[in-house]
């Protein structure tokens, strides 16, 4: 199986920071990652695809880069609605598998 | 809009059986490939079985293989998940999620239903 690590668990940051977001695949996976956010009591939400392709809806401040086993999730200018948890998950096995989850948190 | 509303969540005894249902509307649902992923209270998600369009492929991690069941009814357009065995590890709210085809992220999410396994 593949696994996704995620790094750091937690980040405190003061709203208005960019902040960065990995995510480490154990083997080459393309560019087959997407973003999560899940906000607190709701269901996770798509983010990112593919790496760094957008979402109809989603902020532009929030981007996705990567390819291979390295991925990130950058936020620009963090806002108050974005301290929840972030999750990664691979598609390029059938067995899909999902990061352990970054929480950003206000500082 | 597309809507997924799960449904059949609840206490069972360990070893017991219980089966959840997923609504979907909004959508031609025999078109997309469906899903369903678990989450431990306090914990992250997990991917528990994937069927494709018409039912005839189904995909599982080891944690849940032989146990659960997957299955669709385009008809109605309904999704299903049957659990047998059940084990305190599995105590967990689950997701209905819709995906394109195999190598798609999960675009759309149900709100989950609880299922606690508890003597």
């Known amino acids: 199986n593949i696994v996704l690590t995620q790094s750091p668990a937690t980040l405190s940051v003061t709203p208005g920071e960019s902040v960065s977001l990995s995510c480490r695949a154990s083997?080459?996976?393309?560019?087959?990652i997407h973003w999560y956010q899940q906000k607190s009591n709701e269901s996770p939400r798509l983010l990112i695809k593919y790496a760094s392709q957008s979402i109809s809806g989603i902020p532009s401040r929030f981007s996705g880069s990567g390819s291979g086993t390295d991925f990130t999730l950058s936020i620009n200018r963090v806002e108050s609605e974005d301290f929840s948890i972030y999750y990664c998950q691979q598609s390029y096995s059938s067995l899909y598998t999902f990061g352990s989850g970054t929480k950003l948190e206000i500082k | 809009e597309v809507q997924l509303v799960e449904s059949g969540g609840g206490l069972v005894q360990p070893g017991r059986s219980l089966k959840l249902s997923c609504a979907a509307s909004?959508?031609?649902?025999?078109?997309?490939?469906m899903a369903w992923v678990r989450q431990a209270p306090k914990k992250g998600l997990e991917w528990v079985a994937t069927i494709s369009t018409s039912g005839s492929r189904t995909y599982y991690p080891d944690s849940v293989k032989g146990r659960f069941t997957i299955s669709r009814d385009n008809a109605k357009s309904s999704l299903y998940l049957q659990m047998n065995s059940l084990k305190s590890e599995d105590t967990a709210t689950y997701y209905c999620?819709?995906?394109?085809?195999?190598?798609?992220?999960?675009?759309?999410w149900g709100q989950g239903t609880l299922v606690t396994v508890s003597s």
């Open positions: 999620a819709r995906l394109k085809l195999p190598g798609y992220p999960f675009a759309y």
């Open positions: 083997q080459s996976i393309s560019t087959s």
């Open positions: 909004g959508f031609t649902f025999s078109n997309y490939y």
